[in-house]
């Protein structure tokens, strides 16, 4: 995707999150009262509602909603253990139109740094500010071409303490990433933040690129065509425990979409699809002494 262009797939995540948020409260999965006010296009709304809501959706990409819905809930409730414990700063890494920084309890007794392109950061603004406003004091955004800057270039500059303990949340980025990409910031992560500091992103299974008949990795591809990003990354199924064991982390915990269904999806969701070859993990820094 070019610099100069916003993230479609940002804008089709809110588009999910709000059509979730819309359902009766013992329906939805995940609640983002502000997704829908970043979505100002009546119209598409409606037409995507519909899709969705129709089923037809789920026949072109079997278990994407699912996906975004359970994705959202499980690192909500992820950062707000972490809060509860004591945290001093939360970098969103790749925001989009990430609302947590405005709707996610005790979250303003932080420091929030939003990262992103800046022609995405550009447009999340623009309309974020006609729903917050003023727009709070503890979030710092960051305008970042993550093609030529490095983390360590560009956050220390913002007023990012690295002695501090700090949540990385890397929602829905690792995919788009070269394999280098994804070390280098891991690295910055085990190298420059403070004791007690974590990760949790979404990442997924190699194997997905490897078999042309997989129903999911069709709508991937199918995805990549509408929004110019390719998928490039993904981890050995069953190997991100020693993955992240290589980079510096510990603390290791992975919970598969059939795992986060079994906890989540009951009720009237029980009968919901997810998609199995997509995971998301979460792991905290590992040094001596810590």
């Known amino acids: 995707m070019p610099e100069s262009q916003s993230s479609r797939s940002a804008e089709g ?13 013992d329906r939805r999965i995940c ?13 598409a709304f409606a037409i995507s509602k519909w899709v969705i809501t129709s089923g037809l959706y789920e026949k072109m ?13 499980y690192i909500d409730d992820y950062l707000a253990a972490e809060l509860a414990t004591g945290l001093d700063q939360v970098v969103i890494l790749g925001a989009g139109f990430d609302t947590r920084a405005y709707r996610i309890p005790g979250i303003e007794k932080t420091r929030i740094f939003e990262l992103d392109t800046p022609a995405t950061q550009e447009l999340k603004l623009e309309r974020l500010k006609k729903v917050v406003d003023p727009l709070p004091a ?8 993550f093609n ?30 070269t394999a280098e990409g ?29 078999d042309p008949n997989n129903a999911y990795a069709k709508s991937l591809r199918q995805a990549a065509k509408i929004s110019g990003e390719a998928y490039m990354f993904g981890i ?5 425990e020693a ?27 029980a009968g919901r699809v997810v998609p199995k070859d997509v995971a998301i993990a979460s792991a905290r820094v590992n040094r001596q002494g810590d």
């Open 31 to 43: 609640y983002d009262p502000i997704a829908r006010d970043l979505i100002p296009h009546n119209f």
């Open 61 to 73: 990409a079997p278990g994407a909603t699912a996906f975004i819905a359970v994705r959202e809930r």
């Open 138 to 145: 503890h979030v710092t955004f960051l305008p970042v071409d």
């Open 243 to 269: 993955f992240l064991a290589q980079r510096g982390f510990s603390d290791v915990h992975n919970l598969t979409l059939e795992a986060l269904k079994e906890r989540y999806f009951t009720g009237p969701n």
């Open 148 to 177: 030529t800057q490095t983390l360590a270039e560009s956050l220390p500059a913002s007023g990012y303490d690295e002695h501090e303990k700090t949540l990385f949340i890397w929602q829905g980025v690792t995919y788009f990433l």
């Open 236 to 240: 050995d199924g069953g190997q991100v």
């Open 182 to 210: 994804v070390d280098s910031t891991l690295a910055f992560i085990t190298h420059h933040s403070g004791s007690g500091s974590s990760v949790i992103f979404d990442y997924l299974y190699n194997e997905i690129f490897k």
């Open 13 to 25: 995540v809110a588009m999910l999150r709000a059509i979730e948020a819309e359902k009766p409260e």
